[in-house]
């Protein structure tokens, strides 16, 4: 069974902190790693891939993969209001090129 | 830059009616994805096609749900009936490979 779970939140953190989202992943093939933004009544909108081991870093984003722990997370930096949003993690476990997404967390930064 | 296209953005029925929802991908996407999201939830994947071709259409209620890809461009979803627990956000998303998928604007479908 191919699961993708992240911690549903409400997640509130206020204006210029980190926000921490976490999202975990049953199958250690799992070759590649997406975070989505999803603003209210809006389509998912790609903010971050990773795909090895480690942290990548695009401006205030930075998504750290750990395969041994099947474990992905996104850091927001310097959060603003107009980061309020739900975050969905979505896993491509390697078969037939199929994306898996968890639920989402839901972020509000507090101005 | 090249978007996902669906139509309509809205559409509100009422139960035991036909709908019909369409999804041009990105050109050259071969691979063309429709996902049902109920709301407080994350996508749900109802149709993968590669080119014109099913690739899992496991999770598609067939016995009122059908999805076509004939050319293997554009794609057309289609609820008849309609239920009440169809409301929902469907999106369509298209790939070129295993890398990154990118949503349409998708279209709300309110049962009543």
């Known amino acids: 069974q191919k699961e993708v779970e992240q911690n549903s939140g409400p997640l509130s953190v206020p204006e210029g902190a980190i926000a921490s989202l976490n999202c975990t992943y049953s199958d250690r093939g799992s070759q590649s790693f997406f975070w989505y933004r999803q603003y209210s009544g809006k389509s998912p909108e790609l903010i971050m891939s990773?795909?090895?081991?480690g942290d990548k870093e695009d401006g205030r984003f930075t998504a750290q993969l750990n395969k041994a722990s099947q474990y992905v997370s996104l850091l927001i930096r310097d959060s603003q209001p107009s980061d309020s949003a739900t975050y969905l993690c979505?896993?491509?476990f390697g078969t037939g090129n199929q994306f898996y997404f968890g639920t989402g967390t839901s972020l509000t930064v507090i101005p | 830059e090249a978007e996902v296209a669906q139509s309509p953005r809205y559409k509100i029925t009422e139960k035991s009616q036909a709908v019909a929802f369409w999804c041009d991908p990105i050109?050259?996407?071969?691979?063309l994805y429709w996902y049902r999201q109920i709301l407080g939830q994350g996508p749900e994947l109802l149709v993968q096609f590669q080119d014109e071709s099913v690739v899992d259409d496991s999770q598609l209620p067939k016995d009122r749900f059908s999805a076509e890809r004939l050319k293997g461009v554009d794609s057309t979803l289609k609820i008849q009936p309609a239920e009440l627990g169809d409301s929902a956000m469907y999106l369509c998303?298209?790939?070129?490979?295993?890398?990154?998928?990118?949503f349409g604007p998708g279209t709300r479908l309110t049962v009543l």
């Open positions: 990773i795909y090895s081991n």
């Open positions: 979505a896993v491509n």
């Open positions: 998303a298209s790939s070129l490979s295993w890398d990154e998928q990118f």
């Open positions: 050109s050259g996407h071969a691979t």
